[in-house]
Nanobody, 121 residues
């Protein structure tokens, strides 16, 4: 019913930049919030950046000033621009979309498949 597809990961040197994209598609009535998480080996998944239901943004302290999240509502797409990347940003990045499938449906979270970001020192 709903697909969430993330892309844009890769290998970059420290100090470099990458832009991740995440598109939600399917029978979506409304897309309330989209967010980015990451999970490094041996660590728990953590929130990186998010667009909330009121279109405000939220960032993890570790990425503030370096990462920027933006959104194209018409395309149900969210972007994560990552600048000044550090080796500690290395992780699998996951996108999540919080959507309603109908006017009376509850809010459900759908996850993308994850995209690997590797920052070399």
């Amino acid at each position: 019913q709903v697909q969430v597809v993330a892309s844009g990961g890769g290998l970059v040197q420290a100090g470099g930049s990458l832009t991740l994209s995440c598109a939600a598609s399917g029978t979506i009535y409304s897309n309330n919030a989209m967010s980015w998480y990451r999970q490094a080996p041996g660590k728990q998944r953590e929130l990186v950046a998010a667009f909330t239901s009121g279109d405000s943004t939220n960032y993890a302290d570790s990425v503030k000033g370096r990462f920027t999240v933006s959104r194209d509502n018409a395309k149900n797409t969210v972007y994560l621009r990552m600048n000044s990347l550090k080796p500690e940003d290395t992780a699998v990045y996951y996108c999540a979309a919080d959507v309603r499938l109908s006017p009376t449906a509850g809010l459900y979270r759908y996850w993308g498949q994850g995209t690997q970001v590797t920052v070399s020192s």
